[in-house]
């Protein structure tokens, strides 16, 4: 059973358009994520959700819109898609905050090419 | 903000032993962590270590943390070609914030 899975892996759409991924966690946590890792492969942080509520809100232009219709879920629209949004997106899962032992765990990735 | 460095790149022989090295900011870091991530996949999580101890080994792996320095070190020992990934340090504070580094290109050369 993959815990943190996310759909789809691969999505190449054109400029202007609107795409969503879709992500799940079978993991009970509590806590869930949105990375962007660019092309030089470093991560960046662009959304937190706890129980739901939207935690953290990094600098994201807001053509970028989470939604989190339950702990277990956190989907990310993006509207009229643009080249630089090319990246691989990563969503992740943690623990109850302040829980010992917490660990992020990561989904596959969702590699999104605009062309 | 807290942040968190290391070296963009390393290369070893097979059979070495490979150390990558990681420092951070945050006083109030509570648990820092070392992912692995392989060509076109995500990060798995290698091991992580308590703020409150100095050493971990989990077979081939050992983490150093010396936390007055804020320095945190992988030591993979006999490195195979599959070894080769980019190698992410991370820590966080009571688990809602975690900060990445830029990862570690681990090359491995036959």
């Known amino acids: 059973d993959t815990a943190v899975s996310q759909t789809p892996k691969y999505l190449v759409t054109q400029m202007g358009n609107d795409k969503s991924i879709k992500c799940e966690q079978n993991?009970?946590?509590?806590?869930m994520y949105w990375y962007k890792q660019d092309s030089k492969k470093f991560l960046k942080i662009m959304f937190s959700?706890?129980?739901?509520?939207?935690?953290i809100n990094e600098t994201v232009p807001n053509r970028f819109s989470p939604k989190s219709p339950d702990k277990a879920h956190l989907n990310l629209h993006i509207n009229s898609l643009e080249l630089g949004d090319s990246a691989v997106y990563f969503c992740a899962s943690s623990q109850v905050i302040g829980g010992p032992g917490n660990t992020i765990y990561f989904g596959e990735g969702s590699w999104l090419t605009v062309v | 903000g807290e942040d968190v460095e290391q070296s963009l790149f390393l290369s070893v022989r097979e059979g070495d032993s490979s150390v990558i090295n990681c420092t951070y900011t945050?006083?109030?870091?509570?648990?820092l962590y070392w992912y692995k991530q392989e060509p076109g996949a995500g990060l798995q999580l290698l091991t992580y270590?308590?703020?409150?101890?100095d050493m971990k080994q989990d077979q081939r792996l050992t983490v150093l943390l010396n936390k007055k320095d804020k320095h945190l070190s992988l030591r993979i020992a006999d490195t195979q070609t599959g070894d080769s990934a980019i190698y992410f340090c991370?820590?966080?504070?009571?688990?809602?914030?975690?900060?990445f580094g830029p990862g570690t290109r681990l090359s491995v050369l036959p």
């Open positions: 991370a820590e966080t504070d009571y688990g809602q914030n975690f900060v």
């Open positions: 270590i308590f703020s409150n101890m």
């Open positions: 959700y706890n129980n739901k509520e939207l935690i």
């Open positions: 993991l009970g946590h509590d806590t």
């Open positions: 945050d006083s109030s870091s509570t648990y």
